[in-house]
């Protein structure tokens, strides 16, 4: 009964590779977050997502590609990788108006 | 704009004494959060403990206290008895308050590995 969890845990890929990471909150929080841990630890946002309505985008890179099926899943397409891309993604979620966060456990991404 | 600082790279504590951990920060709005979560080697973020700008009194979870002056615009965080299990990277964050459209924009700072000596 994990409340937020990430498809893989680990990615490995070459340069240039297309790329998807999943998702999915069992907590019923209408709001969901990507962020992305850099190999110094520094934690920044990139996407947010309410009610499945981009609502957070902090200037990433067009090949970066959120989607919201539902309010449930986000899920994190990555197109033409590149070295700069190795990181560890984080997946969270929230409920409305409440500050806290839960954290997925990430996906460490490595491209080659 | 909001700004998190935290000063201290990495720490040493002796096992069972308590240690501070330092967080400023920076903000235009009106009402705001500030966070701790840590970070175990594992990579999993925990949160840790909130407090709302506008709280009276400083927030306390079991083991963690935030240390919170408004006026200095700190929220330091303060862990009694330190126990091996408290090594990790601690992370300090902010986000505005209130109705927000749904959303709160977190920042977070560069964090301060901690680690607890037997």
């Known amino acids: 009964d994990t409340a937020v969890s990430q498809t893989p845990k680990y990615l490995v890929t070459q340069m240039g590779n297309d790329k998807s990471i999943k998702c999915e909150q069992n907590?019923?929080?209408?709001?969901m977050y990507w962020y992305k841990q850099d190999s110094k630890k520094f934690l920044k946002i990139m996407f947010s997502?309410?009610?499945?309505?981009?609502?957070i985008n902090e200037t990433v890179p067009n090949r970066f590609s959120p989607k919201s099926p539902d309010k449930a899943h986000l899920n994190l397409h990555i197109n033409s990788l590149e070295l700069g891309d190795s990181a560890v993604y984080f997946c969270?979620?929230?409920?409305?108006?409440?500050?806290?966060?839960?954290f997925g456990p990430g996906t460490r991404l490595t491209v080659l | 704009a909001q700004k998190i600082t935290q000063t201290q790279p990495g720490m040493f504590v002796q096992e069972k004494e308590a240690v501070t951990l330092d967080c400023t920060y920076d903000?235009?709005?009106?009402?705001?959060?500030l966070f701790w979560y840590k970070q175990p080697s594992s990579g999993e973020m925990i949160f840790l403990i909130y407090?709302?700008?506008?709280?009276?009194q400083n927030a306390t979870e079991g083991r963690y206290s935030l240390n919170f002056q408004k006026a200095r615009k700190s929220a330091n965080l303060v862990i009694s008895a330190s126990q091996l299990g408290d090594s990790a990277m601690y992370f300090c964050?902010?986000?505005?308050?209130?109705?927000?459209?749904?959303?709160?924009?977190?920042?977070f700072g560069t964090g301060t590995k901690l680690q607890v000596i037997p």
């Open positions: 969270a979620s929230s409920p409305l108006n409440y500050n806290e966060q839960f």
């Open positions: 907590l019923g929080h209408d709001t």
């Open positions: 997502y309410n009610n499945k309505e981009l609502i």
């Open positions: 903000t235009s709005d009106p009402s705001y959060g």
């Open positions: 407090q709302g700008s506008y709280d009276q």
């Open positions: 964050a902010m986000s505005p308050s209130g109705n927000s459209g749904g959303y709160q924009k977190v920042t």
